[in-house]
């Protein structure tokens, strides 16, 4: 018989976003059977809105009171065998004086262990007091979790140094690649390369701008560099058919919990220049990555993919079987059966 896992998170976030994503897929992997001996029981959420006073109350208050109400009810009606919380944002809605185990995934912890990386702030530095007071919560949360689910080996040792006693599992993401390889359309000329991402400083568009700048000429004057989500907004069909015509997904973050934009761009078949930095360069195949602040290794690296675009007359390359074989390593499947050893060792077999 399946084991009933109940999700809880805090504000419904779509799919568009990072978080939401994440929990979508979880949500429609558990009814489609993709964890093996598991299934939904439901999802505990919040509509999103309200004004400061009505967020923090919901958030700090209403929510975690009805939280412990539903999950007291599902455990004890015999509806649910444990609960799962979607992500780190929403630790402090772990049941306090429950008999009931909870795992946590933890997509990173920016917030909550701040650094800063080649220079960059990564994770805020100077949270006002009410926001110490949420990380503080969150903290704790974390601390009364059986179990802590990280997307990432660099954020799991992460978890490790600061829980010691926690029991820490490792799964990454994973996604379906057919639809990443059906041929899209999109009006895309010359020699093409991406950004995808915000214009948050960690995620260094001003470095791919100073590697441009330093470009040869003829390279410069036959680029097309186009900033998906910093400065051109894209849907699903659209973005997939930019990684196909691209020459090249250019990634220099200098902090990500995963970058998923990597693994997107290797289901297209898109090759990837990616900063040797965590998390992403546990997603990108080695032979894709740089050193992170090396100015002259990316223009070298780029100045490559021109010369072979030049000398194929501009014709597209092609899917790049590099980035097809990496991304075969993150199948949903394998996936699935990670989730449920994670889970298996947290409640037993």
């Known amino acids: 018989m399946a084991r009933r896992v109940l999700l809880v998170r805090g504000g419904e976030l779509p799919r568009q976003s990072g978080l939401g994503r994440a929990h979508h897929e979880l949500v429609d992997r558990l009814k489609a059977g993709q964890i093996p001996g598991y299934e939904l029981a439901g999802v505990i959420e919040h509509p999103m809105g309200g004004n400061p006073l009505q967020r923090w109350w919901r958030r700090r208050k209403s929510h975690p009171k009805m939280v412990h109400r539903a999950v ?32 946590v995934t933890v997509h990173d912890l920016f917030h909550l262990s701040p650094r800063t990386v080649i220079g960059i702030e990564v994770g805020d530095h100077a949270p006002n007091g009410t926001r110490s007071k949420d990380l503080n919560h969150l903290r704790n949360g974390l601390a009364r979790a059986d179990m802590l689910i990280s997307i990432s080996e660099s954020t799991a040792e992460e978890c490790r140094e600061l829980w010691p006693e926690k029991p820490v599992s490792v799964v990454h993401h994973a996604i379906d690649p057919e639809p990443y390889q059906i041929e899209g359309e999109i009006g895309l000329r010359n020699f093409v390369l991406l950004t995808v991402g915000s214009n948050e400083p960690r995620k260094r568009l001003d470095f791919i701008d100073e590697v441009v700048d330093t470009l040869p000429l003829e390279v410069r004057d036959d680029l097309n560099l186009v900033k998906v989500g910093s400065h051109l907004k894209l849907s699903d069909e659209e973005l997939i058919a930019a990684y196909q015509r691209a020459e090249a997904l250019l990634f220099p973050s200098a902090g990500e919990g995963f970058g ?44 490559e993919l021109h010369s072979a675009w030049a000398e194929r007359d501009g014709e597209p390359a092609g899917a790049d079987q590099t980035a097809l074989e990496r991304v075969a390593k993150f199948q949903i499947k394998d996936w699935g059966k990670k989730m449920a050893a994670a889970w298996d060792s947290m409640i037993g077999e």
């Not at 004890?76 to 306090?96: K, R, S």
């Open 72 to 103: 007291w009810d599902a455990i004890d009606g015999g509806t649910a065998d444990f609960i799962h919380i979607t992500d780190q944002e929403q630790a402090h809605l772990v049941p306090a004086g429950l008999e009931v185990a909870c795992s």
């Open 260 to 303: 998923l934009p990597v693994l997107e761009a290797m289901a297209a078949g898109c090759s990837v220049l990616a900063s040797d930095l965590p998390a992403h360069n546990e997603v990108a195949d080695p032979s894709m990555l740089l050193p992170a602040s090396d100015k002259p290794e990316w223009v070298k690296a780029i100045t």
